[in-house]
């Protein structure tokens, strides 16, 4: 689901998830972080460079390298342990893109992104805003959600979400027709 005109809306409660996908929308930083990305995949030793970029990043908590080490990680994956650590495995296979296909991907996304308010916060404290814009024009929102069960222990279980409460919150914004991906 995409139109031009609507008011789109991505929210989760980590932080780090926000942060990066703000400063990926950011134009001003598009070469900075084409030219980070490139200059950490010259490298020789590629594992132990992602290692020390890990270990760089949880210290400064920079998006440009949450950038780069997204691309280096095990099928992209970006994860956090218990302490807000970033604790992806290096991608073994050395599959990850290369700086031609990042820029591709960069300049075709980007567009999709314009209209798209970055949120950090709980579903719950952005209902209102939601509920406000729809009735001026279309909305679209996008949910990050904690996983369930008890193999996962993430930053998620800190605070309180109640799977029938949230349901109840897309049922309501259904009936307003309004969209949504979970």
Known sequence: YYKQDAKVYASDINEHYIHWWNYFKDDNETESLLMFYENCTKSN????????????????????????????????LIRFNKAGEFNAAFDLTMHFAKIDKVKEYINNFKPYMENVSFKNCSYMDIKDDILLASQ????????????EGKKYKNIYQQNVYSKQEFESFLFDINKKNIKYMV
Do not use: D, G
């Open 45 to 76: 030793q590629l594992k132990e460079h992602y290692y020390e970029l890990r270990k760089l990043y949880n210290l400064t908590k920079s998006s440009i390298i949450l950038f780069t080490l997204s691309y280096m990680s095990m099928n992209n």
């Open 136 to 147: 001026h024009s279309e909305v679209f929102c996008f949910f990050f959600l904690p996983y």
